[in-house]
């Protein structure tokens, strides 16, 4: 399957003058679609809408984006999809006009591939040097992820699954392209984010599942040291789901089943 997109429901070409292209001015989501359908859909679009009216786009209509993926994946085999929302096309400058339109796209790839290893046995983690800055647009999922791309030119090849981002304090927020999270005991704990950092779906529906399962969630903040002395360390994203850390530094943990329970839910949620 090659790499296809869709702009505003049909096969037509971008604009350099897309607000996205010259400032990086919209939002992004990315989710697996399976059987022509969005896992977690209420999910990722009621994130969608948020993310747009924090940053002040009107948001796509929900029935425009589900068209968008009904013509774009025919296939029933699981892919990936992503959506972008731009602000629209504008004259260079960052003044724009108040009838400026948005723009949709909507991009789809294969799914990646994860090795067998990550599921059975548990994933590493880098600590980057890049640390995260204060945000205005805290929790908004913007298409300016410099940070982030720095973050992941701090090691090659695939020794790691990811990379753990710490903010200007050394506090834990996230990693590079998913959330983090510890157990000690029966209590999960995630970052708090106060400043900066990406609450993503998958994030939400694992706190969700862990207190059916009986867990206690709580929102801390937390160092480095306190990670590497809890249970058991989790990451979390839209498309691998949940995976166990079994190393981060010279700190190692035995593999568990609790990360394999969380995405036998996830498989079978039926939202």
């Known amino acids: 399957m090659s ?15 897309d607000r996205a292209f010259q400032y990086g001015d ?12 969005p ?22 209509k929900e029935s ?13 085999k699981r892919a990936v999809g992503k959506f972008i929302i731009s602000r629209g096309v504008s004259e260079r400058g960052y003044k724009f006009n108040d009838t400026i339109t948005h723009n949709r796209f909507l991009i789809k790839t294969k799914m990646p591939i994860y090795p067998n290893e990550y599921f059975k046995f548990g994933v590493d983690l ?7 800055h204060p945000s205005v647009l805290l929790g908004v999922k913007h298409l300016n992820r ?5 973050a ?31 157990r000690i005991g029966k209590t999960i704990y995630t970052p708090k984010m106060n400043h900066v950092g990406i609450k993503g779906v998958t994030r ?47 700190r190692s943990w035995q593999h568990q089943e609790l990360a394999s329970l969380f995405n036998h839910k996830l498989e079978n949620l039926n939202i």
Request: with cysteine; proline share 2%; net charge positive.
């Open 204 to 250: 939400e529906l694992f706190i969700k599942i862990a207190k059916q399962l009986g867990f206690k969630i709580k929102e801390a903040i937390f160092n480095l040291d306190k990670l590497l002395k809890s249970d058991e360390v989790f990451i979390t994203n839209s498309l691998f789901g949940v995976l166990q850390v079994k190393k981060i530094k010279n």
């Open 146 to 150: 410099l940070e982030n791309i720095m």
């Open 152 to 182: 992941r030119q701090e090691w090659k090849g695939d020794r790691y699954a990811d990379g753990i981002l710490l903010d200007q304090d050394g506090h834990v927020i996230e990693c590079i392209s998913s959330n983090i999270f510890m």
């Open 3 to 17: 790499k296809q997109f869709l702009i505003n429901g049909t096969f037509q070409k971008i604009s350099p003058f």
């Open 64 to 76: 425009a984006l589900l068209s968008d993926i009904q013509l774009l994946f025919k296939a029933k």
């Open 39 to 60: 896992r977690h859909w209420k999910y990722h679009y009621k994130k969608i809408v948020e993310d747009c009216r924090a940053i002040k786009i009107t948001p796509p």
């Open 26 to 37: 919209g939002i992004f989501r990315t989710f697996i679609v399976e059987n022509k359908k």
């Open 126 to 132: 880098i600590v980057c040097k890049q640390r995260l």
